[in-house]
């Protein structure tokens, strides 16, 4: 079968296909000028997107930032809470060292002085000891002796003198014994007075006893 051939325009004489050319070229700069607006409007949307993504992402950035110097700061006053700590507990044990030191210096002070005051008075004790011994043995030795003297006169019948003095008994110029109670009373040294001591007087012999004597006024009866 026969195809029909598209139809063809219907070409125009040559005075109307140049004024159609006329009008092409007249409507081509607005075409371009609207065409340079609207690309011109993308753009600046394209550059007002890309401004707002940038504003946001740094916004973004400045808040992940502010959190990250607020992490940093928090973890700084941390550690140094924890150094302070640490220092506190050291100061406070250093502190504990020395006043335990302090107080053992205190003790072995003491000990040593009780230790000096102990053996001072040990060897002031012995020092007394020897003197109070020796003063001992001579009372017992002047026991004995008197003792041995009592007993010598004893067994010879006489009487032995009193070895004590009596200071309270003193001589007048006229040689009668007087009692000095001033010098008794100031003298220090006052040894207490013997007991007296009953001494039987011998018979005194009747006058027979005696022989007659011749006196020169009598005559010779011879």
């Known amino acids: 079968p026969h195809t029909p051939s598209p139809p063809h325009a219907p070409r125009l004489p040559a005075a109307d296909s140049s004024f159609h050319h006329q009008i092409m070229q007249n ?19 394209f550059l007002m997107q890309l401004k707002k993504q940038q504003q946001l992402q740094q916004e973004i950035l400045l808040q992940h930032f502010q959190q990250q110097r607020q992490q940093l700061a928090e973890q700084h006053e941390q550690q140094l809470r924890h150094h302070l700590k640490l220092w506190e507990q050291q100061k406070a044990m250093e502190e504990a060292a020395l006043r335990e030191a302090r107080e053992a210096r205190e003790a072995r ?5 009780h230790e000096r005051d102990r053996v001072e008075l040990l060897r002031k004790k012995d020092k007394h000891e020897p003197s109070a011994n020796a003063s001992t043995q001579v009372k017992q030795k002047l026991q004995e002796f008197l003792k041995k ?5 004893n067994a010879n019948g006489t009487v032995p ?6 200071w309270g008994i003193v001589k007048s110029s006229s040689g ?3 009692t000095s109670t001033t010098s008794a009373a100031t003298h220090p040294y006052r040894l207490a007075a013997p007991l007296p001591l ?11 006893y005696y022989p007659l004597r011749k006196t020169a006024s009598e005559p010779n009866m011879l």
């Open 27 to 45: 409507q081509s700069p607005r075409k371009n000028h609207i065409a340079e607006r609207a690309k011109q409007t993308l753009e600046n949307s």
């Open 109 to 113: 002070e003491a000990r040593e002085r």
């Open 149 to 153: 003297k009592q007993a010598a006169a």
């Open 161 to 166: 003198g009193s070895p004590y003095r009596n």
């Open 176 to 178: 009668e014994s007087i």
């Open 198 to 208: 009953t001494v039987h007087a011998p018979p005194t012999p009747s006058p027979a």
